[in-house]
């Protein structure tokens, strides 16, 4: 527990929260690339995952593709991909390696979202005059919302954490200080980070736990909690 | 089954005192008489390797030198850091281990002054703790050095790190710790009068020198991408590495038997074979096996 308690004492002193490479600094670059892949992500898998719900064309070998697309290994992703890109273009290397880690969970969340809602309340729909793009607005995105959140939440969890590894590149973040501290056996420094990056994930996740509930559809959270027909 | 080895060969060696302190004989301490030992030539060498190829190919050259003069050799390569298997070497579990003088030290000890190859291993020789002996020294090195492209060499006039003072817009590349190693920014500065900023560049860093992304990149003086590239690695008059030399560490017990077989093989190894050996790994891809086999061969051992 003396790491720990070594870690707790390095957090707290000055030098960490002040100046070039200080944790602020740090903790705005991994959001940097946090942020920006996660953006890029959801534009890519968002309306696939729609187009594939709502359409169900291409599912098997869409899903299949997004979920092998989760075997490759990030850190070997990044490495090749600033070869293909040349070192100047390592940050584009970095967030698209992140990209790819993040499309699979949201492109599952937009995709199962709308193929759990009920066929008949898109029958319904349809019934009712519904063009596609009204059912695809109205019903159906509204209704696969929590679960597209919840894609959302664990693609912002998977890149958050791999986001460390942008630093085996030098392009900062909160892995910085991990790889800096072993090879210098500064456990402190090491575990401070490795503290601060769980920090950082919780709030995250916190954060979307709290937008999903917002974002839950008033009839969808009723009918959680009973059946409103049974009454 | 090591143990029962281990156990074997201890009975037809008690004698050597040396050998009861070798850890794996707790207990036979009471049975050790004075008494004269057969050879042991059936003891078992547990030879072992950091996980960086070059040290492998070296642990790989020993392995297959102690086979030849009839040691059985257990291989525990890949170990990893020094974290890891010193440890491992301090209690004997270990026999045998290629090091690097200048790094070596700096691990035992952090604060030290020398920086020349010899004041190195002579410092280096009293730092070992208990139980550690450093073999003769090699005369090849796998240390840091700062290398420039041949363009920018020529352009500024490059031969020594002292010529970079006055150069603006200096970027160094290296592995994130360079940052804060004594010999990074800060060393430059203050050995040199050489300022520049610093790109953690990592395992990248020859490629963003050829980019000129850096603008100097430390570079292990091992590694054959300097040659290949024909990199400059700029001299240092003042010391501002330490130097390290490959040099085997072994169990103080089996130290000197090991040193008749060991210490040929590290007068012979010069810088500019370590760095051909390095070359057949990265670029023929051979297997560490082939590489020490062919090399100990050409050399008559």
Redesign the interface.
Same mark, same amino acid.
């Given at each position: 527990m003396d790491v720990l308690r070594d870690a707790l004492v390095w957090l707290s002193e000055s030098e960490q929260w002040s100046g070039d490479g200080s944790l602020p600094r740090r903790v705005m670059e991994h959001l940097y690339y946090t942020g920006l892949a996660v953006v890029v992500a959801a534009l890519v898998a968002i309306p696939a995952g729609y187009f594939v719900g709502h359409t169900t064309r291409g599912s098997t070998w869409l899903v299949g593709l997004a979920g092998a697309a989760r075997a490759l290994p990030s850190f070997g992703l990044i490495?090749l991909l600033? !070869?293909l890109f040349?070192?100047?273009g390592?940050e584009t290397a970095a967030v698209l390696a992140l990209v790819v880690l993040g499309i699979p969970p949201l492109f599952a969340g937009a995709y199962s979202g709308i193929h759990q809602i009920p066929r008949t309340v898109i029958d319904a729909a349809r019934a009712q005059g519904m063009t596609e793009w009204q059912i695809l607005w109205r019903v159906e995105a509204p209704l696969s919302l929590p679960v597209l959140l919840g894609g959302l939440r664990q693609s912002v969890l998977q890149i958050v954490a791999t986001a460390t590894l942008v630093?085996?590149?030098?392009l900062?973040g909160l892995g910085?200080d991990i790889?800096?501290g072993?090879? !210098?056996?500064r456990f402190d420094q090491t575990v401070g980070a490795a503290i601060v990056i769980v920090a950082l994930a919780l709030t995250l996740d916190a954060f979307l736990a709290l937008a999903t509930r917002l974002a839950t559809p008033r009839g969808v959270r009723v009918g959680r909690l009973a059946d409103v027909r049974a009454r | 089954m090591t143990s029962t080895t281990i156990r074997t060969s201890l009975t037809a060696a008690l004698a050597s005192a040396a050998l009861v302190l070798s850890g794996c004989a707790a207990g036979a301490e009471d049975e050790a008489p004075e008494m004269e030992a057969a050879p042991m030539m059936t003891e078992v060498i547990v030879v072992g390797s950091q996980a960086y190829y070059s040290n492998e190919i070296i642990a790989e050259i020993y392995a297959q030198a102690l086979e030849s003069a009839g040691y059985e050799v257990e291989r525990k390569f890949q170990i990893g850091?020094r974290?890891a298997y010193l440890p491992e070497l301090e209690s004997g579990a270990v026999d045998l281990f290629p090091e690097y003088t200048g790094n070596l030290l700096q691990f035992y000890a952090p604060d030290t002054m020398a920086t020349q190859a010899d004041e190195v291993y002579e410092e280096l020789q009293g730092a070992l703790p208990e139980g550690l002996t450093a073999l003769a020294m090699s005369p090849a090195t796998d240390q840091d050095s700062y290398n420039v492209t041949a363009e920018f060499a020529a352009e500024n006039n490059l031969v020594s790190i002292a010529d970079l003072a006055g150069i603006d817009g200096l970027v160094l590349?290296g592995?994130?710790?360079l940052?804060?190693?004594p010999y990074g920014p800060t060393g430059l500065l203050e050995t040199y009068g050489v300022v520049v900023a610093f790109?953690?560049?990592?395992?990248?860093t020859v490629?963003?020198l050829l980019?000129g992304?850096i603008s100097l990149a430390n570079v292990y003086s091992g590694d054959p991408r300097i040659a290949e590239f024909g990199l400059v690695t700029l001299t240092d008059p003042e010391g501002l590495f330490l130097a390290s030399n490959v040099v085997p560490i072994a169990s103080s017990d089996v130290a000197a038997e090991l040193a008749a077989i060991i210490d040929p093989i590290s007068l012979a190894l010069t810088p500019e074979a370590l760095v051909a050996l390095n070359l057949q790994s990265i670029k023929d891809q051979l297997s560490a096996a082939d590489i020490a086999a062919a090399w100990l061969s050409e050399n008559g051992f």
């Amino acid at each position: 527990m003396d790491v720990l308690r070594d870690a707790l004492v390095w957090l707290s002193e000055s030098e960490q929260w002040s100046g070039d490479g200080s944790l602020p600094r740090r903790v705005m670059e991994h959001l940097y690339y946090t942020g920006l892949a996660v953006v890029v992500a959801a534009l890519v898998a968002i309306p696939a995952g729609y187009f594939v719900g709502h359409t169900t064309r291409g599912s098997t070998w869409l899903v299949g593709l997004a979920g092998a697309a989760r075997a490759l290994p990030s850190f070997g992703l990044i490495l090749l991909l600033v !070869l293909l890109f040349g070192v100047s273009g390592r940050e584009t290397a970095a967030v698209l390696a992140l990209v790819v880690l993040g499309i699979p969970p949201l492109f599952a969340g937009a995709y199962s979202g709308i193929h759990q809602i009920p066929r008949t309340v898109i029958d319904a729909a349809r019934a009712q005059g519904m063009t596609e793009w009204q059912i695809l607005w109205r019903v159906e995105a509204p209704l696969s919302l929590p679960v597209l959140l919840g894609g959302l939440r664990q693609s912002v969890l998977q890149i958050v954490a791999t986001a460390t590894l942008v630093a085996y590149v030098g392009l900062g973040g909160l892995g910085y200080d991990i790889i800096q501290g072993i090879p !210098l056996r500064r456990f402190d420094q090491t575990v401070g980070a490795a503290i601060v990056i769980v920090a950082l994930a919780l709030t995250l996740d916190a954060f979307l736990a709290l937008a999903t509930r917002l974002a839950t559809p008033r009839g969808v959270r009723v009918g959680r909690l009973a059946d409103v027909r049974a009454r | 089954m090591t143990s029962t080895t281990i156990r074997t060969s201890l009975t037809a060696a008690l004698a050597s005192a040396a050998l009861v302190l070798s850890g794996c004989a707790a207990g036979a301490e009471d049975e050790a008489p004075e008494m004269e030992a057969a050879p042991m030539m059936t003891e078992v060498i547990v030879v072992g390797s950091q996980a960086y190829y070059s040290n492998e190919i070296i642990a790989e050259i020993y392995a297959q030198a102690l086979e030849s003069a009839g040691y059985e050799v257990e291989r525990k390569f890949q170990i990893g850091q020094r974290d890891a298997y010193l440890p491992e070497l301090e209690s004997g579990a270990v026999d045998l281990f290629p090091e690097y003088t200048g790094n070596l030290l700096q691990f035992y000890a952090p604060d030290t002054m020398a920086t020349q190859a010899d004041e190195v291993y002579e410092e280096l020789q009293g730092a070992l703790p208990e139980g550690l002996t450093a073999l003769a020294m090699s005369p090849a090195t796998d240390q840091d050095s700062y290398n420039v492209t041949a363009e920018f060499a020529a352009e500024n006039n490059l031969v020594s790190i002292a010529d970079l003072a006055g150069i603006d817009g200096l970027v160094l590349g290296g592995a994130p710790e360079l940052e804060e190693r004594p010999y990074g920014p800060t060393g430059l500065l203050e050995t040199y009068g050489v300022v520049v900023a610093f790109d953690a560049t990592g395992d990248i860093t020859v490629d963003a020198l050829l980019e000129g992304v850096i603008s100097l990149a430390n570079v292990y003086s091992g590694d054959p991408r300097i040659a290949e590239f024909g990199l400059v690695t700029l001299t240092d008059p003042e010391g501002l590495f330490l130097a390290s030399n490959v040099v085997p560490i072994a169990s103080s017990d089996v130290a000197a038997e090991l040193a008749a077989i060991i210490d040929p093989i590290s007068l012979a190894l010069t810088p500019e074979a370590l760095v051909a050996l390095n070359l057949q790994s990265i670029k023929d891809q051979l297997s560490a096996a082939d590489i020490a086999a062919a090399w100990l061969s050409e050399n008559g051992f």
